[in-house]
C-alpha cells in the first residue's frame, strides 16, 4: 500500500477531514523534497500517543538514519545537549515563525532544540476530552509503548516515574533457560517507580544504614555495596517499597516488551556497560525506559524484592516473601561489568540476599494511591 494512500485512509477514518489530509500531504512531500540530501524517507507514526489527547501536546517524529543532536539553543553555534536515535518521539514546545530550530522536550524530561528539517510533525485527530487528574490518568490502561507518554514527579524530594496499567510478555526464548517461558503479566494497578537507582546523596538524606561503603562516594553515583536487606529496609524508610521483578520488567519494556529499554537493538552509547566502574545515574538519559527510567540497563545491577523461581512469575506462590533472609534475591538489568546479553531487560540475575558487591544497587517503587 502506497503511503499516500495509507494517509488518506487512516486519516479520513479517523475523522480528518480531505482538505486536511491534502495539506498534510503536500507539506511531507515538500518536507522529504528538503531532506533528500539528508536522510531517507521519514517513518511517520500517526497514532497519536498520550500526551497528544490527554494534554494536547503537538508530537514530533526524528525523521533522520543517525542520531540527531538536541542542542541548547537554536542553532549550531550552542553546545550540544545530547543526542537521540531515528524515530524518537518528542513533544514540541516551540515552534518559531522562521521554522529553523525547534524547541523540544523529550521522554526524560530534557529540553532543547532540533533543527526543524529533522522533525516531523505528527498529525493526530481533534484531541477527545479525557480527564487529565492524576488519579484518572493513572488508571489508563496503555496496550503499547507509543502510547504513553513518561510522567516523573518529585515523591518525598525523589523523582518517580508513573508506571499505567496494562500487560506484557515476560521473559524471552532467546536467552538463559530461567528467562522462560514467555509469559503475560499485567497491571491492574498503576504504580510509581524511582527514575534513577537511589543515590549516595539520597541514601545519606534518608538516613539509610549499610555496613560497607559505596565503591563510588559521589553523592551522584549509584549507592552500592549493599545487600538485600539493607535496600529494603531502606525503601521502607522512604514510605517505598524494592520492585518486583515482574513490575522492574515491566517499568523497562512496557506493553511493547522490548529488549533493552530503548529498543530491540543494542546501542552501547545507551548505557554503562562493558566498563571499569560506574558512571553518575541518569549520565545516558538517550537510554530511558518508556515510562523514562534511566539506567535500567547497566551502570549497577539492580535488587528487586522477588526470590529466585522458575517461570511463570508469580507473585502469589512465596516469592514475594519479604521477611525470609537466606534465600536467593533477583537482581536485574545488568551491570557496569556486563556485555549486551546481561543488560538485556529480560535477564535475570540472583545472589543470596546477603551479598554485597560494587556492582550491586537499588532503586525503589510505590503503590500508586492518589
Known amino acids: 500500500m502506497s503511503p ?17 489530509m491534502v495539506t498534510v500531504l503536500f507539506g511531507l512531500l515538500t518536507l ?8 531517507s524517507s521519514p517513518k ?11 494534554s494536547n501536546a503537538t508530537i514530533g517524529i526524528i525523521q533522520a538514519d543517525v542520531h540527531v543532536n538536541v542542542r541548547s539553543g537554536p542553532g549550531t553555534a550552542y553546545a550540544v545537549v545530547t543526542t537521540i536515535p531515528p524515530s524518537t518521539q518528542l513533544i514540541v514546545l516551540e515552534s518559531p515563525p522562521d521554522g529553523a530550530w ?10 532543547g532544540y532540533v533543527s526543524s528539517i529533522l522533525v516531523a510533525i505528527v498529525i493526530t485527530p481533534t484531541p477527545i476530552p479525557l480527564p487529565i487528574n492524576a ?20 515523591i518525598n524530594g525523589v523523582p ?63 549507592r552500592e555495596r549493599i545487600n538485600w536487606m539493607e535496600a529494603r529496609d531502606f525503601c521502607i524508610q522512604r514510605e517505598a517499597r524494592l520492585p518486583t521483578e515482574a513490575e522492574w520488567e515491566y517499568a523497562a519494556r512496557g506493553p511493547d516488551a522490548l529488549t533493552y529499554p530503548w529498543g530491540h537493538d543494542f546501542v552501547a552509547d545507551n548505557v554503562i556497560s562493558s566498563s571499569d566502574q560506574t558512571a553518575e545515574t541518569g549520565s545516558k538519559p538517550i537510554g530511558a525506559s518508556w515510562v523514562g527510567a534511566l539506567d535500567m540497563s547497566g551502570n549497577v545491577a539492580e535488587w528487586t524484592s522477588s526470590f529466585y523461581d522458575l517461570y511463570p512469575y508469580q507473585a502469589d506462590d512465596g516469592r514475594e516473601d519479604l ?20 543488560v538485556r531487560a ?15 544497587g537499588f532503586r525503589c517503587a510505590m503503590d500508586y494511591t492518589g
Not at 4 to 20: A, D, E, H, K, P
Open 160 to 222: 518517580m516515574a508513573l508506571v499505567p496499567t496494562g500487560c506484557f510478555l515476560m521473559g524471552s526464548d532467546d536467552g538463559a533457560a530461567d528467562e522462560a517461558p514467555i509469559h503475560w503479566q499485567c497491571f491492574q494497578t498503576a504504580f510509581w517507580i524511582d527514575q534513577t537507582e537511589v543515590t549516595n546523596g539520597q541514601f545519606a538524606v534518608f538516613g539509610g544504614t549499610a555496613n560497607r561503603e559505596s565503591n563510588q562516594i559521589d553523592e551522584n553515583y549509584p
Open 135 to 154: 488519579d484518572e490518568l493513572a488508571q489508563l490502561t496503555v496496550q503499547q509503548n507509543a502510547d504513553w507518554v513518561p510522567l516523573i514527579r518529585q
Open 102 to 111: 525547534i524547541k523540544v522536550q523529550l521522554a526524560d524530561g530534557t529540553t
Open 346 to 360: 529480560s535477564a535475570r540475575s540472583w545472589v543470596h540476599a546477603s551479598n554485597v558487591s560494587m556492582t550491586n
Open 32 to 39: 522529504g523534497m528538503t531532506m533528500a540530501a539528508e536522510v
Open 4 to 20: 499516500v494512500f495509507y494517509l488518506l485512509r487512516r486519516g479520513i477514518g479517523s475523522g480528518i477531514s480531505l482538505v486536511v
Open 323 to 342: 521477611e525470609d533472609e537466606s534465600t536467593l534475591r533477583i537482581l536485574r538489568g545488568g551491570s557496569f561489568l556486563n556485555d549486551d546479553t546481561l
Open 44 to 54: 511517520l507514526l500517526l497514532t497519536p500517543t498520550l500526551a497528544s489527547i490527554v
